[in-house]
């Protein structure tokens, strides 16, 4: 009995002094002003670990780990934050400025990864799933209830039904983008066999985007541009779209 009551009083005052993420927004919001990125980069670091992703959070997270010299963690921070904002200016222009600082070229991407791009992924979701069902209801609705169809449900299915339709492509292209990564260390080396001895085949700088196609224990099998593929330890390798 002394045990629990120990362990409630525990985790009564852990989630009692917790940080709410809006705190550690502020916190690092004002580090970032007085030029202590370290301290920005810690706290947005926390936000992002507890699963509190934000447009905001991330691209900042991104300016704070370019300031300390990570630039595979800001690319990685910066390609998050255009996943969930495709149409951020500022966010585009730091991955276009980091990626020529970097000497890095842009991941080359299929026509329906590009298109996915257009909107953010939860809009493509909902587009597809209000043209299917809507259509659907619309088509149907009238005769279960013995009404006449009227032109306009017509006209009004065929619109969302192919709103459906063009969402198709987009929400393959997500499926496929989700196993794209960044390398997060400078030299980061792709070897022959998922393990520690394995041979090495080539190294890939950091931020270079890659795509995963299997994996195995600690490993990522990748294949970056120019055909270069191999085993990476996942400690130096993060998926974009965060699993």
């Not at 209000?130 to 006209?155: E, F, K, M, S, Y």
Request: glycine share 8%.
């Amino acid at each position: 009995m002394k045990l629990l009551v120990q362990f409630l009083l525990i985790l009564v005052s852990s989630v009692a002094f917790a940080e709410a993420p809006s705190d550690r927004f502020e916190k690092a919001t004002a580090a970032m002003v007085s030029g202590d990125y370290g301290e920005a980069a810690y706290q947005l670091r926390e936000i992002v670990s507890e699963g509190n992703y934000s447009h905001g959070a991330l691209h900042n997270l991104g300016n704070a780990e370019w300031k300390v010299v990570r630039p595979g963690h800001a690319i990685l921070a910066w390609e998050r934050a255009s996943l969930l904002n495709p149409r951020d200016t500022n966010t585009a222009a730091n991955l276009a400025f980091a990626r020529k600082k970097s000497e890095l070229q842009n991941p080359v991407l299929a026509w329906h990864e590009s298109y996915s791009g257009w909107l953010p992924p939860n809009i493509w979701l909902v587009a597809a799933s209000v043209g299917l069902w809507g259509g659907v209801t619309l088509l149907i609705l009238p005769r279960l209830i013995g009404a006449r169809r009227a032109d306009w449900h017509q006209g009004m299915a065929a619109l969302l039904l192919t709103v459906f339709m063009l969402s198709l492509p987009a929400l393959f292209g997500i499926h496929r983008r989700a196993n794209l990564g960044v390398a997060l260390e400078d030299a980061t080396s792709l070897r022959l066999t998922p393990t520690r001895d394995g041979e090495e085949l080539v190294k890939l700088p950091a931020g270079e985007v890659a795509r995963v196609e299997k994996e195995r224990g600690g490993y990522f099998y990748v294949r970056a541009e120019g055909d270069r593929a191999g085993w990476v330890r996942k400690q130096e390798f993060e998926r974009i779209w965060a699993r």
